[in-house]
Every structure is written in structure tokens, then in C-alpha cells.
């Protein structure tokens, strides 16, 4: 069974850094992309990063380009996203999202990406 268990989140003051890890199991990580989706309260959830399964290619959401660094290692079968220069738009559930094996990175497609974890709340304090 393929879980998905993120960490790393919290509350955290305006220009602060978090940095969110995302352990998956039950599956090689070898073969799949992996991104990063966010939720905020009646939100639409949109994604924010994603990193191709052989690190040829990632993509970041416009709106944290410059602030946010995705990241993975397969010997852990971790992939990380180090958040800095927090807004507090930034405020949301984070999710670890999880395609079929082979997909590309990019494009991010919730159609494609559409395994998620169980998210971690980031707060983002003014």
C-alpha cells in the first residue's frame, strides 16, 4: 500500500523558512515525479512544484518562484520543499502528491498528480 506522510509543517512569522519533508512507502520513488499541492480555506487547491523522476525537470507555481526549492532523494524515498521568504498567502495545507510511474514533471496536472498524503498545516504569521 503506497503511503505518503508529510512533515515539517507549523507556524512560522512573515520572511521566516519551513521546510517540509515527504516520506513515501510501498513503492521504488525511482520511478515516479513527485510534487507539492497547497489548500487554503476556500481555496481551490493549486500546484505548487513538482521534480521529474530522473531530476530532469521541475516546475514551480509563479507565485513562489525564487522561494521555494523542491527537492528529492531517492535513497530515502524523500522529497522535500524548503519554503523561504514566507508570506502569509503562503498559509495552507500542504500536500505530497504523487503520480503514475513514468509521468512527466512538468506539466502539473491534479488529473496526473492525484495520490496526496495527508497534508501538514503551514501557518504564516503577518
Known amino acids: 500500500q503506497v503511503q505518503l506522510v508529510e512533515s515539517g509543517g507549523g507556524l512560522v512569522d512573515a520572511g521566516g523558512s519551513l521546510r517540509l519533508s515527504c516520506e513515501v512507502s510501498g513503492l521504488r520513488l525511482h520511478y515516479y515525479a513527485i510534487g507539492w499541492a497547497r489548500q487554503a480555506p476556500g481555496k481551490e487547491r493549486e500546484g505548487i512544484s513538482c521534480?521529474?523522476?530522473?531530476?530532469?525537470?521541475?516546475y514551480y507555481l509563479d507565485s513562489v518562484k525564487g522561494r521555494f526549492t523542491i527537492s528529492r532523494d531517492n535513497a530515502k524515498s524523500t522529497v522535500y520543499l524548503q519554503m523561504n521568504s514566507l508570506k502569509p498567502k503562503d498559509t495552507a495545507v500542504y500536500y505530497c502528491?504523487?503520480?503514475?510511474?513514468?509521468?512527466?514533471?512538468?506539466?502539473?496536472?491534479?488529473?496526473?498528480?492525484?495520490?496526496w498524503g495527508q497534508g501538514t498545516q503551514v501557518n504564516v504569521s503577518s
Open positions: 502528491v504523487l503520480p503514475l510511474p513514468l509521468e512527466r514533471c512538468p506539466p502539473f496536472s491534479h488529473d496526473v498528480f492525484n495520490r
Open positions: 521534480i521529474s523522476y530522473d531530476y530532469s525537470g521541475s
